[in-house]
């Protein structure tokens, strides 16, 4: 009877009997015991039954049909698909519900969203208790036996453990974490697993860290064998659960914060493709508001061909999400804007431009080269079309190209970047140019990287003439390989640029 009415597609959940529907059904799941929680999972038929009788015939979901012997555990592995080895530290015993999944639609998925929740708070309720628990009893033995935190000892934990037991065991049972050994233990974590040294630096961590002290014997648990091991997830839980659910409440904080400005303001869109670092194409779209901006999609377009059609139909979904009265420009670089006519034949109000910052990089790329002749691109919004340029100017080129001959020579050796910066460190405060003195490389700036590079090598003009003339540096040229010297200087501007004085070289 019960499976007959209970798992009747459609139907709905007021047209069941009250005789079919498990105990504590219409009972609010945070007003019902653990055990309560967990036995009004089952079927009503199963529910009535004793439980000799569950060994031969298990009991069944009330939510799924899925039957399976039921014990506490089974329940929460049943009701919530993410426990397992990463995240409670044992083995599943029974598949997850699948009412679990978010393809699921029923009248019953509020009911059992409801109890699922109710059933994870619970669970962590009780076992925070049990540690608890254990760790007053560890601490009432240790007092038992005469030490205490700062005076480990170890106790025996059977009901006569006393002072005679203690000194007959040598294991410590509690010792208080010095800041010392914390920060031995937060080292080999970096160094075995190759993390920037900057972290410490950076104020998301350094929370982090702070969360997790306050958080004391809670973050704490007791695996197999009595190991203490922390309860923090492992990677599979933070990749699958925990990150998309911080990334979707930093998004929505994000949001709360930014449509009261683009109602009142309105927004721009800003979008541009890139290559991940497992060579992947990404496309970009990025909401900006009044200085603040938040990543709307991130698209990964493997396989995928980017016609305009294609750039369109991802801009018009972030467009009518956002609304379009509340976006009032587009901005990309100059291989989409044939998206432009597509855009603006659906939202006429909007703006469509090239960004400048690509404008001004194709700019500068054109005016680094030596071609005879050189495109600009049209401004529509200033009214300026397409033209051809004649060019055939080596200057800029050379110029930029001794430049990070210059500078690669400086970086390409451990010696002569460490005297370099040594050199650095040395010049009085007054000599000490704007924006630092380490070298900028070719290319490591996107947007005028030439420019940037060049500006920052004129800027430290003077450490590279004491780097030339430095004993150490002439010494440690002299050791080097005819190869290397000839790099250094024969085939260097900086013999030229710096009057090198370098005998040993053979470019006086």
């Given at each position: ?28 799941a ?21 439980k ?58 509020p ?47 059977r ?14 049972v ?103 670092t ?29 016609t ?28 989409c ?39 600009m ?31 690669k ?94 005998l ?5």
């Amino acid at each position: 009877m019960y499976e007959n009415c209970f798992f009747l597609p459609g139907l709905h959940e007021r047209e069941m009997a009250e005789e079919t529907l498990p105990r504590y059904w219409s009972t609010p799941a945070d007003n019902l015991s653990y055990e309560d929680l967990l036995f009004s999972t089952m079927c009503r038929e199963d529910q009535e039954r004793t439980k000799k009788s569950w060994l031969s015939a298990h009991p069944k979901c009330a939510f799924c049909g899925k039957a399976y012997r039921w014990s506490p555990f089974a329940v929460e592995c049943h009701m919530d698909p993410t426990l397992g080895k990463d995240t409670c530290g044992k083995a599943r015993v029974v598949t997850g519900c699948k009412m679990a999944s978010i393809l699921t639609t029923s009248d019953l998925k509020p009911r059992f969203n409801e109890v699922q929740a109710a059933i994870r708070e619970k669970a962590r309720e009780q076992k925070q208790q049990q540690r608890v628990a254990v760790v007053v009893g560890q601490k009432r033995r240790l007092a038992e036996a005469g030490g205490n935190d700062n005076n480990p000892i170890d106790c025996d934990a059977r009901a006569d453990g006393g002072a005679s037991s203690a000194r007959h065991h040598a294991a410590p049972v509690f010792k208080r974490t010095t800041n010392e050994e914390m920060e031995q233990a937060w080292s080999e974590a970096f160094i075995a697993n190759g993390l920037p040294m900057k972290i410490f630096d950076d104020p998301h961590f350094r929370k982090a860290v702070m969360k997790t002290a306050s958080c004391g014997e809670q973050s704490i648990t007791l695996g197999k064998g009595g190991k203490r091991d922390t309860t923090m997830p492992h990677r599979t839980t933070y990749s699958k659960r925990i990150l998309p659910a911080t990334d979707a409440r930093l998004d929505a904080e994000n949001m709360a914060r930014m449509r009261p400005k683009y109602k009142k303001v309105g927004a721009t869109l800003m979008s541009d493709g890139w290559v991940s670092t497992s060579g992947r194409p990404i496309i970009n779209i990025i909401l900006g508001v009044d200085g603040l901006l938040t990543l709307r999609v991130a698209v990964d377009t493997s396989g995928k061909d980017k016609t305009m059609q294609y750039i369109f139909e991802l801009l018009e979904k972030v467009i009518e999400d956002i609304g379009p009265e509340n976006i009032f420009s587009v901005v990309m670089d100059g291989a989409c804007k044939g998206a432009f006519p597509l855009i603006r034949g659906k939202y006429p109000h909007i703006q469509c431009f090239v960004c400048p910052s690509h404008g001004l990089d194709g700019f500068l790329k054109n005016a680094c080269s030596d071609k005879e002749d050189i495109r600009m691109q049209a401004n529509e919004m200033g009214g300026a079309p397409a033209c051809e340029v004649e060019w055939d100017e080596i200057f800029f080129k050379e110029a930029f190209g001794e430049a990070w001959v210059v500078i690669k020579t400086a970086i390409s050796y451990q010696k002569s970047l460490a005297l370099f910066r040594q050199i650095a460190l040395s010049l009085r405060e007054g000599q000490q140019p704007k924006g630092g003195t380490e070298p900028k490389k070719f290319g490591e700036t996107r947007y005028g990287s030439r420019v940037s590079m060049a500006r920052r090598m004129l800027a430290t003009r003077a450490i590279y003439e004491k780097l030339m003339v430095d004993d150490e540096f002439k010494a440690w040229l002299a050791k080097q390989k005819l190869e290397t010297r000839d790099k250094v200087c024969s085939f260097s501007p900086l013999c030229s640029l710096f009057q090198c004085s370098n005998l040993s070289c053979g470019c006086s």
